[in-house]
């Protein structure tokens, strides 16, 4: 099966990039799953999970807070401001965030919290 | 001890302790620079990523968007201006200020009116102390900027682009910061950021551009999701807020350098300053000896002739 070439990169930090067979991230319209050959996209992504379905089998995933999805040469980059893997995440850590932003009525914090965790809980 | 040498003494004890303290402060600034140059690094693949993604849409798509289309009339400018926090950094903060006063003058010449924006502390007092209109400041980063701080500063400048010029908008957004070249170089330098000039050969955007030309390759036509416009939308404040943290970090990577190098000649001073004030203190002491010695001499030949007399 063909590979694509997948940069995930932070405002900060390059945070993975490898081979992979497919990855599949939330846009705007909707998930989007990306294989070899896709045609040149370049989209807005939602806040959440990004999958990556490395070439050894492998399953990568990232929480990725808001940024963009761009694909052309069978190279794809996803940049967003913050991304983390799964395993860096601090699951007790966003736990409390979750909490705090619930009593603070702050959406913005409390999905940024969601989706940590819900990265965290597909990696487990 | 003879008076002169006493002063001597305690000049030297002064001297030594301001070097110690400027050796320290050269040596915190070495060590941040390495900090500083790797966060530039760090942020490279981001800012390369996101400049390729705008040019391929500004390029790609006949979207009319008011960050991409030049102004028929530009009117009014934002000028954003990087300084430091604190000062013994050499020329570091006044070289800025001079290109961004440069700037300034080029853009009023042209029939633009200006707004100022300033980071750091060293810019704010320069401006209020000429009494200088001032659109917003934020201080206390400058050493080790956060890609957070990057974003509050590019905040009020998208804002006030999206505004009508009649409201009280600008039609362009100019950064002057100073560039690490290298450990040796720091130069200051202005550049526009917005309306995207793709002839603009020392931007970032149009780099990519003249690399995709060069390449002989055409840019590839591409799929938007949501749409052009909806991506243009989102792609450009992040890509203002991207440059603009590259050029803060920058900016410190350069102050660190400036301070190493000032504190560096600062520390050199004292060494040849600790050693003429020693050349002067030996100088002071053999004096003494010196005459001392006579005074014995004297006071014994005196004695002599003293005695010799009463025999």
Wanted: proline fraction near 3%; aromatic fraction near 4%; glycine fraction near 8%.
């Amino acid at each position: 099966m063909a590979d694509l070439h997948v940069e995930l990169v932070a405002a900060d930090r390059n945070v993975w990039s490898g081979e992979a067979h497919m990855v599949i991230a939330r846009t705007k319209s909707g998930d989007i799953g990306i294989m070899a050959g896709h045609q040149p996209l370049l989209g807005v992504l939602e806040s959440g999970p990004v999958t990556v379905r490395t070439s050894d089998g492998g399953t990568v995933i990232a929480a990725v807070h808001g940024g963009f999805i761009s694909f052309a040469d069978n190279k794809l980059s996803i940049l967003a401001e913050i991304a983390e893997l799964a395993e860096e995440i601090d699951v007790a850590r966003a736990e409390r965030a979750l909490e705090r932003s619930k009593s603070e009525a702050d959406a913005a914090a409390e999905r940024r919290a969601e989706v940590r965790l819900a990265a965290a809980a597909g990696a487990h | 001890m003879g008076a002169q040498l006493r002063v001597y003494r305690r000049r030297i004890r002064g001297v030594s302790a301001t070097k110690k303290i400027t050796k320290a402060m050269e040596m915190i600034a070495a060590s941040r620079i390495v900090k500083a140059q790797r966060q530039v690094a760090a942020s490279t693949p981001y800012a390369d990523e996101l400049t390729r993604a705008v040019t391929a849409v500004a390029t790609g798509s006949n979207t009319k968007h008011p960050l991409t289309t030049e102004a028929e009339h530009p009117a009014r400018a934002a000028v954003l201006l990087v300084t430091s926090d604190r000062g013994l950094a050499g020329g570091y903060s006044s070289n800025a200020i001079r290109t961004a006063d440069r700037l300034t003058q080029r853009l009023r010449g042209e029939g633009k009116e200006v707004d100022t924006y300033v980071v750091g502390r060293k810019g704010v007092a320069y401006y209020a102390f000429r009494d200088r209109a001032v659109a917003e400041s934020w201080t206390g980063f400058s050493d080790s900027p956060q890609y957070g701080h990057a974003k509050a500063v590019a905040a009020p400048m998208i804002e006030s682009l999206l505004t009508d010029t009649a409201a009280g908008g600008v039609d362009e957004l100019h950064i002057v910061f100073t560039e690490f070249v290298s450990m040796m170089t720091q130069t200051p330098v202005d550049r526009r950021l917005l309306p995207l000039s793709l002839d603009n050969g020392a931007d970032g955007a149009a780099d990519g551009e003249g690399a995709e030309r060069r390449k002989g390759e055409a840019l590839p036509l591409f799929e938007f999701e949501p749409s052009a416009e909806g991506v243009l939308d989102a792609l450009l404040p992040r890509y203002v807020e991207s440059r603009i943290y590259n050029a803060l970090l920058q900016a410190a990577a350069s102050e660190h350098a400036a301070r190493r190098r000032a504190m560096k000649s600062a520390t050199d001073n004292a060494e040849d300053l600790i050693k003429s004030l020693t050349r002067l203190a030996n100088a002071a002491r053999q004096a003494d000896i010196t005459q001392e010695i006579s005074e014995i001499v004297g006071g014994a030949s005196a004695l002599a002739d003293a005695s010799a007399g009463s025999d």
